[in-house]
């Protein structure tokens, strides 16, 4: 399995406020995505990290909200922008080995909390 | 619309307890489905992973099954423990995209001694 690490693993923060995510993989992770999760709720994508070059955001979801970058193959990060309380979620880093077989890892997420 | 539909919401069982957790989806074309476990406060972790010729895998005491032309799944687990307590979740992948995952709400399972 591959290995994702997220920091911070959780923050408390004031509005208006932002706040950026790391996330390192190991060198198996060919895709990295970034999920949000609300509390009681499943997970939603926010968006696929490319390498290299502009994410690509889902529906509902947009780069000035959510920048993210990934300089490199095993590393990016989310910045969550202008932050409010509905922004209070769980952020998990995700990466897949190989495109087609659909596993995803996931890091261990960084709840954030925006008062 | 890709959907994938999980029962029971949550379901609270005593140690030592098999129980039985489902999974129906409408994602297509289908490419593989994953169950997870998500313990509160943690990422989630995966349980088995199957693809449209698979119709059970084993991990220890989880057992799933899969049905492709009914399109439904299931999670068994057996001789339940204090651990297991945590939230399932099933997700499903359309063919040749991993990222663009449907992701079940969970089944939250609660083991009580």
């Known amino acids: 399995s591959a290995v994702i690490s997220q920091k911070p693993s959780r923050d408390i923060c004031q509005r208006g406020t932002s706040l950026t995510i790391q996330c390192q993989v190991d060198?198996?992770?060919?895709?990295m995505f970034w999920y949000r999760q609300q509390p009681g709720q499943s997970l939603t994508l926010i968006a696929t990290?490319?390498?290299?070059?502009?994410?690509?955001?889902e529906s509902g979801f947009v780069i000035d909200k959510f920048p993210i970058s990934r300089p490199n193959l095993t590393f990016s990060t989310l910045t969550v922008s202008n932050m409010s309380p509905e922004d209070s979620s769980i952020y998990l880093c995700?990466?897949?080995?190989?495109?087609?077989?659909?596993?995803?890892?996931f890091g261990e997420g960084s709840r954030l909390t925006v008062l | 619309k890709n959907q994938v539909e999980q029962s029971p919401q949550s379901l609270i069982i005593l140690e030592g307890k098999n129980c039985t957790l489902q999974c129906n989806y409408t994602v297509s074309p289908f490419s593989n489905l994953r169950w997870y476990k998500q313990d509160t406060g943690r990422g989630p972790v995966s349980l088995t992973i199957m693809t449209f010729s698979e119709n059970t895998k084993s991990n220890g005491r989880y057992t799933a099954t899969l049905d492709a032309d009914t399109k439904q799944s299931s999670l068994h687990i057996t001789a339940s423990q204090l651990s297991d307590s945590a939230s399932y979740i099933c997700?499903?992948?359309?063919?040749?995209?991993?990222?663009?995952?449907?992701f079940g709400d969970g089944t939250t399972l609660t083991v009580k001694p």
């Open positions: 997700v499903v992948s359309a063919l040749a995209n991993a990222g663009k995952s449907t």
């Open positions: 990290a490319n390498q290299g070059s502009e994410a690509t955001y």
């Open positions: 995700s990466g897949a080995v190989t495109a087609n077989t659909g596993e995803l890892f």
């Open positions: 060198s198996q992770v060919t895709m």
